[in-house]
């Protein structure tokens, strides 16, 4: 079974940055891609970016193309996600994912899922 534990979420102003983190665990996690995802209070869950299993491939939502830059450590089973410029709009409890399928993490859809982590950006 695959675990996957977020961390780096915090509270910045605007114009900021975090870097946050997704340590996975389990026998086949290098063959999964992983995405992450977010949700602000009364909205639904929106994809942000992704990664596939080789890190070749990444994937972005429109809103952080530019902004925020996904990767992934596969020898120490991690995906990361630097977000830059960071604004109010952002504020939501981030999520990481994976999924065997890079289109299905894409598709807000993910095999194994995080608890995860808020980001809260004031003005």
């Known amino acids: 079974q695959m675990q996957l534990v977020e961390s780096g979420g915090g509270s910045v102003q605007a114009g900021g940055s975090l870097r946050l983190s997704c340590a996975a665990s389990?026998?086949?996690?290098?063959?999964?891609?992983m995405g992450w995802f977010r949700q602000a209070p009364g909205k639904e869950r929106e994809f942000v970016a992704a990664?596939?299993?080789?890190?070749?491939?990444?994937y972005y939502a429109d809103a952080v193309k530019g902004l925020f830059t996904i990767s992934r450590d596969n020898t120490n089973n991690r995906c990361n996600l630097q977000m830059n410029s960071l604004k109010p709009e952002d504020t939501a409890v981030y999520y990481c994912?994976?999924?065997?399928?890079?289109?299905?993490?894409?598709?807000?859809?993910?095999?194994?899922w995080g608890q995860g982590t808020q980001v809260t950006v004031s003005s």
């Open positions: 994912a994976a999924d065997r399928l890079t289109r299905r993490l894409r598709s807000l859809v993910g095999e194994y």
């Open positions: 389990g026998r086949t996690v290098k063959v999964y891609a």
């Open positions: 990664v596939d299993w080789s890190g070749a491939d990444t």
